[in-house]
């Protein structure tokens, strides 16, 4: 049988990963077409919280560091009215009530932490949409959050790699930072070989040969707990051993993936949370799809998953 030709597109890691933890969510999600009718609240959140963020950066719209909270807040507001409904679970721990009273909150901390620390710089960009072929015929596709200059970034290191990396990362230096948002600290390893950034390392190398090297690369987690926080995670670059060891981990998934290989993986149902597509999987669960599911004709990366939250 010859594969369908539905799986012979770009993709992005966080589908890699998606099929990783579950080969069932993910034909549900990028073969099928599946989604969910409405957006979760916390996703609504980093949505609205990155596109604050972003026009204070790119000095759009003439939003400020000033202004930015009440920015957030009209886009929060819009968003809690607008159709369809987003969604919070009955058991949630944050809900839409805490994210209006923090997020505004929250937007002023980031923004006051990113600007000694941060900045786009001759070379910088936002959001972009990068394309690569990480091997002859493995396409990919990604957004890095921010390609930046960041300030002597030695001094948010571990420890153990302070000293070493200094001499290469005191001043401005270029690199690639993820924004996320949690209701929660992220581990102290958990950039250390995060493979998105990796991912991103290597795509801006690939996509943008004539701009400067990435020299380090973070996760910014901007945190809304009852006292709102920012955490800075940065690592230096990847280095090629890493680099090519994802490239093989990338061949590998996307191998399975072109021969329709979707193993279900019973134990990602409620491994964060209920999976999205519980419903399909669970015949006790199929009068739910009604409600809590579309099928949408679009597939591929059309269909990629919110990377930058939780």
């Known amino acids: 049988m010859t594969p369908d030709t539905r799986f012979a597109f770009r993709r992005s890691v966080s589908q890699r990963r998606t099929h990783r933890d579950c080969g069932l969510k993910y034909l549900h999600q990028y073969g099928q077409g599946w989604t969910e009718t409405s957006l979760r609240g916390t ?8 596109e604050t963020v972003n026009e204070v950066l790119l000095g759009r719209n003439g939003v400020t560091v000033a202004t930015a909270p009440e920015r957030f807040a009209q886009r929060w507001a819009a968003r809690l009215q607008a159709a369809p409904p987003i969604r919070f679970a009955p058991n949630a721990r944050v809900k ?21 620390r941060i900045r786009l710089g001759s070379h910088g960009y936002l959001d972009k949409s ?6 002859p015929g493995l396409g990919g ?15 948010l290191l571990p420890p153990a790699l302070r000293d070493a990396w200094a ?44 701009l400067p090297p990435v020299e380090w690369v973070a996760l910014i ?7 709102p926080t920012v955490q800075w995670l940065v690592m230096p670059p990847r280095s090629a051993t890493e680099e090519a060891s994802h490239i093989h981990t990338a061949q590998v998934i996307d191998a399975q993936i072109r021969a329709e290989v979707f193993p279900r993986n019973p134990r990602a149902c409620f491994a964060m949370g209920e999976c999205a597509f519980v419903p399909l999987c ?7 799809i009604a ?11 059309a269909l990629d998953e919110l990377d930058f939250m939780e």
Request: proline letters at 5%.
């Open 167 to 210: 001499p290469q990362l005191s001043g401005w230096h270029y690199g690639i930072a993820d924004f996320k948002t949690s209701g929660q600290k992220y581990g102290e390893l958990d950039a250390e070989l995060d493979e998105q950034l990796t991912e991103y390392q290597i795509a801006h190398r690939l996509a943008c040969p004539d």
């Open 96 to 116: 839409a009530a805490d994210l209006t009273a923090r997020g505004p909150v929250l937007v002023r901390q980031a923004l006051e932490a990113f600007a000694p």
């Open 291 to 301: 409600t809590d599911l579309v099928q949408r004709r679009e597939r591929g990366n």
């Open 43 to 50: 996703f609504a959140f980093g949505i609205e919280f990155q």
């Open 221 to 227: 987690v901007c945190i809304y707990t009852t006292v």
């Open 282 to 288: 669970y015949p006790s669960q199929r009068h739910r």
């Open 141 to 155: 596709t990604g957004r890095p959050d921010i390609f930046c200059e960041g300030f002597n970034m030695h001094e």
């Open 130 to 135: 990068l394309t690569y072929e990480l091997t």
